[in-house]
């Protein structure tokens, strides 16, 4: 049987401690909701990734755009203007630039949102009491563990410095 062991801290360090000691002992941590971003847990939320996916989106934009470019000049419909050579590339390379840079900030946006990991609407953890207290300044921490081994979660939160704890059955 499976249960969640929650615990509310009012300060970020025993909220740490408490992280800390129960993913090194291996335990999954299934939620944890702040009431800002801790700068002790590495890069913000979301921004894994943002940057590779602006220069890879806004190149592959720009080199598409380069190639339709080339492709309808040279090939699709050559036309001779002024004894001009029909592959004139510094005349094709205004628009590919201003493109990939918005390809790219699309492209980085889109990864920001798909990283997030934002909520639905409305979600289950919000029936969960806790989240009142999330919202209002503390720092909630939710560990799966199972049944038998529910009391040494709530002891190693209760021991980090947890204010209020409790187990979820399903």
């Given at each position: 049987m499976t249960a969640?062991?929650?615990?509310?801290?009012?300060?970020?360090?025993?909220?740490?401690?408490a992280r800390v000691r129960l993913v090194a002992d291996g335990r999954r941590v299934v939620g944890e909701w702040l009431?800002?971003?801790?700068?002790?847990?590495?890069?913000?939320?979301?921004?894994?990734?943002?940057?590779?996916?602006?220069?890879w989106v806004?190149?592959?934009?720009?080199?598409?755009?380069?190639a339709l470019e080339v492709w309808s000049a040279v090939w699709?419909?050559?036309?001779?203007?002024?004894?001009?050579p029909l592959f004139s590339w510094p005349a094709?390379?205004?628009?590919?630039v201003e493109v990939g840079a918005l390809a790219g900030a699309i492209g980085g946006v889109a990864?920001?949102?798909?990283?997030?990991?934002l909520t639905k609407l409305h979600h289950h953890a919000f029936d969960i009491d806790e989240m009142l207290r999330a919202s209002q300044g503390a720092f909630v921490l939710a560990i799966a563990c199972d049944a038998q081994d529910a009391t040494t979660v709530l002891g190693i939160m209760a021991q980090a410095g947890a204010t209020h704890s409790r187990l979820v059955t399903s």
């Open positions: 969640l062991a929650l615990a509310c801290f009012e300060d970020e360090g025993p909220y740490l401690r009431p800002y971003a801790a700068e002790s847990l590495g890069e913000g939320v979301g921004r894994a990734g943002v940057r590779a996916a602006v220069i806004g190149l592959a934009g720009a080199i598409a755009l380069f699709a419909y050559p036309f001779n203007e002024g004894g001009r094709f390379l205004v628009a590919p990864m920001l949102f798909r990283n997030a990991g």
